[in-house]
C-alpha cells in the first residue's frame, strides 16, 4: 500500500512564505515523477509543479520564480518553496507521483494553503 502524506500548509499574509513536504512510503517502486496540484474553491485541480527523476523541473506560469520544486530521492519526499504569496495562491494542494514502472500514480490526501491578511 502506497501512502503520501502532506505536511506544511497553514494560514499565511500576502508576500509569506510556505514550504510544502510531501512524503511516499510503501510499496512503491522506483518514483518517476513528483508533483505539486492545487484546486482552488469551486475549480479544477491544476498543475503547480512537477519534477521528474532527470530533475528538469516544469512549472505553471502563475507560479513561475516565486515557487520552487524539489525532492530528495533516497528519501522519497519531494518540496514545495512557496514565496511571495498572492491570495490567489489559496487553495488546497496535492501531492502527486507517478512511477516509473508502469505509470502508476498516487495522490496526497492534500493541504490546505489559504493567503490572507
Known amino acids: 500500500q502506497v501512502q503520501l502524506v502532506e505536511s506544511g500548509g497553514g494560514l499565511v499574509q500576502p508576500g509569506g512564505s510556505l514550504r510544502l513536504s510531501c512524503a511516499v512510503s510503501g510499496s512503491i517502486f522506483v518514483i518517476d515523477t513528483m508533483g505539486w496540484y492545487r484546486q482552488p474553491p469551486g475549480k479544477e485541480r491544476k498543475l503547480v509543479a512537477r519534477?521528474?527523476?532527470?530533475?528538469?523541473?516544469n512549472y505553471a506560469d502563475s507560479v513561475k520564480a516565486r515557487f520552487t520544486i524539489s525532492r530528495d530521492n533516497a528519501k522519497n519526499i519531494v518540496y514545495l518553496q512557496m514565496n511571495s504569496l498572492k491570495p490567489e495562491d489559496t487553495a488546497v494542494y496535492y501531492c502527486?507521483?507517478?512511477?516509473?514502472?508502469?505509470?502508476?500514480?498516487?495522490w496526497g490526501q492534500g493541504t490546505q494553503v489559504t493567503v490572507s491578511s
Open positions: 502527486n507521483v507517478r512511477t516509473r514502472i508502469g505509470g502508476y500514480v498516487y
Open positions: 519534477i521528474p527523476i532527470s530533475g528538469a523541473t
